[in-house]
């Protein structure tokens, strides 16, 4: 994708930050409106950058190195071409609602429906390991795309 850019937006009435390639009017983890009041945290050329980078706007201060090692040894993972890998992230994508989070009943109704015998909590863990997660609660996630 070469060209493409994308950015960090911290929305300012939650104070999450998400990414987007541009087209961002609305936050997707408060529904509030973004506008011209959004701060645009920072700006990558690819969309396994923003993963990282979001993550890490959303991690506390302490902790972003540790994380950003993480997310880079991992960074292979994330571009596995491997067919069963990408139809799997592919599934996490399809479970989510409108907002862009997924909960494991979501998940684990979609995976019946594909016959599988992966768990949603399997592929939730496979999902949050390789960046394309973040925990909400207890049984919630949202998109990092």
Not at 37 to 49: G, K, L, Q
Not at 77 to 98: C, E, G, I, R
Not at 116 to 134: K, V, Y
Request: aromatic residues 4%; glycine residues 6%; contains cysteine.
């Amino acid at each position: 994708m070469e060209g493409k850019q994308w950015v960090v937006i911290r929305c300012r009435a939650c104070n999450n930050c998400h990414g987007s390639s541009g087209n961002y009017k609305r936050c997707p983890h408060c529904g509030n409106a973004i506008g011209e009041i959004a701060e645009i945290v920072s700006t990558v050329n690819s969309d396994a950058e923003l993963r990282i980078e979001v993550a890490i706007a959303n991690t506390p201060v302490e902790l972003r190195d540790a994380l950003r090692g993480k997310l880079k040894s991992t960074d292979t993972l994330v571009k596995n071409q491997d067919p069963q890998a990408f139809t799997m992230a592919k599934w996490v994508q399809q479970s989510a609602d409108n907002n862009g989070e997924i909960t494991l009943q979501s998940l684990s109704t979609l995976i019946a429906s594909k016959n599988s015998d992966i768990t949603a909590e399997d592929l939730i863990s496979m999902a949050e390991t390789q960046g394309m997660l973040l925990r909400i609660d207890e049984n919630r996630w949202t998109l990092l795309e």
